[in-house]
C-alpha cells in the first residue's frame, strides 16, 4: 500500500469505484487519477486493499471484471474469489463485456495500475460505509 493509494482511498466516498488493472490496460484511455504499483501483482494489492476498503452493500453488485467470453475463465478469478471470502466482505460480482468495462472504468475515481501479467485480470471494486 503506497501512501498516494491510502490518500486515495480515504478521499472515496460511499459508491465510488476503484480499477485495479493488470499490466496490458490500455493506459491512455483512462481519465482518472491514476497510482502506479509496479512490481505488484493484482491479488498482492487486492488483499492488502480490502483491509481498508468497504465494499458497497447497497448495490446489487460491488465487484466487476471484464468477461473473457470463453467457458475456461482466467485462473486468477479463484484467487480473487478466495480473497474477497477471506476478507468477510459481502460481494457480487457482475461480468461485463470488454468495452462494457472500458466504459465503467472511464468513470472510476481512481486507478490502480499493476504488473499483473495474467490476462483478463482487470478488476473494478465499488466502495460501501465505512464502519470500522
Known sequence: MS???MKLLLEMGHGDEILIADGNYPQSAINSTIVRLDGNSIPEILKVLLLFFPLDTFSEENVFLMDNNSP???KIWSN???ILD???EPYKIKMLERYEFYKRAGNVYCVVIT???ELYANI???KGVVTR
Open 86 to 88: 477471506s476478507s468477510g
Open 115 to 117: 504488473s499483473e501479467t
Open 80 to 82: 480473487y474469489k478466495n
Open 3 to 5: 501512501p498516494d493509494l
Open 124 to 126: 473494478i471494486l465499488r
Open 72 to 74: 475456461e475463465k482466467p
